[in-house]
């Protein structure tokens, strides 16, 4: 039974058959697709997480009779009666976290400057933002306008580096713009010009330190070398 569904809510469902029947772990364990000391560590109320029972009955992912066989015998393995339903992405802009949604204008103005081949439609599904906020940002008639600050989407984490590359190619190709790039640090991204004034920095700090080093050794040696001159001069 190992490619048969497993429960949509696995955890939920394990912690009511320990609550409800008498199925053994192992057999709990097997249906809901866990790990048998996961479902000793409910039945012994030690889970990190307490979860609320889901009844396999009520959603047709078990009958009575299936559970009454499981009882009767420890070694039968119980079957789904009616595999849940996948849940589909439905199309429309992608899910952005709260936490980063603040930076969707600035991801579209930067896209807008530094790409303005990419249509509206492939921004809003890159960045998962309305036609109206782009709009708004490219005429520069968003209420937030003067506090808008072009930032690579990848940098902000809006969107992956291959996804934004994906987009760019489709958009110039549509355009018919060639790759050749005529100013190399142009086609430079913010966030590769970060990483370089990062190792830069980085850089300058270990030589900086190197030489600090340097001149604190040399000054120890010439001061132990005044020492030990001193020393022989009272020694005369």
């Known amino acids: 039974?190992?490619?048969q569904p497993k429960p949509l809510?696995?955890?939920a469902?394990?912690?009511?058959?320990?609550?409800?029947t008498g199925l053994s772990f192992e057999q709990i364990a097997e249906f809901c697709g866990l790990h048998i000391l996961e479902v000793q560590a409910m039945a012994d109320d030690l889970a990190g997480s307490k979860y609320t029972g889901r009844d396999p009955l009520h959603s047709g992912e078990l009958t009575q009779e299936e559970i009454d066989k499981g009882q009767a015998d420890s070694s039968y393995v119980l079957k789904m009666q009616k595999a849940p339903v996948e849940v589909k992405r439905t199309k429309g802009p992608r899910y952005t976290p709260v936490s980063k949604r603040q930076d969707k204008p600035d991801g579209i103005a930067w896209i807008l400057r530094?790409?303005?081949?990419?249509?509206?439609?492939?921004?809003?599904?890159?960045i998962g933002t309305t036609r109206n906020t782009i709009t708004a940002i490219r005429e520069r008639s968003h209420w937030n306008i003067q506090n808008i600050q072009p930032k690579d989407p990848v940098t902000l984490g809006l969107c992956s580096q291959r996804e934004l590359d994906a987009v760019v190619a489709k958009a110039a190709k549509k355009a018919g713009i060639t790759d050749a790039a005529p100013d190399g640090e142009a086609a430079t991204s913010d966030k590769?010009?970060?990483?370089?004034?990062?190792?830069?920095e980085r850089d300058a700090s270990e030589k900086a330190a190197a030489e600090a080093a340097q001149e604190a050794e040399a000054a120890a040696w010439l001061e132990a070398?005044?020492?030990g001159e001193a020393a022989e001069g009272e020694g005369e």
């Open 1 to 3: 039974m190992a490619d």
């Open 9 to 11: 809510m696995p955890h």
């Open 13 to 20: 469902t394990a912690t009511w058959l320990v609550d409800n």
């Open 114 to 126: 530094n790409h303005p081949e990419v249509s509206d439609a492939q921004i809003s599904k890159l």
């Open 192 to 200: 590769d010009r970060l990483i370089e004034e990062l190792r830069a």
């Open 225 to 227: 070398k005044r020492a």
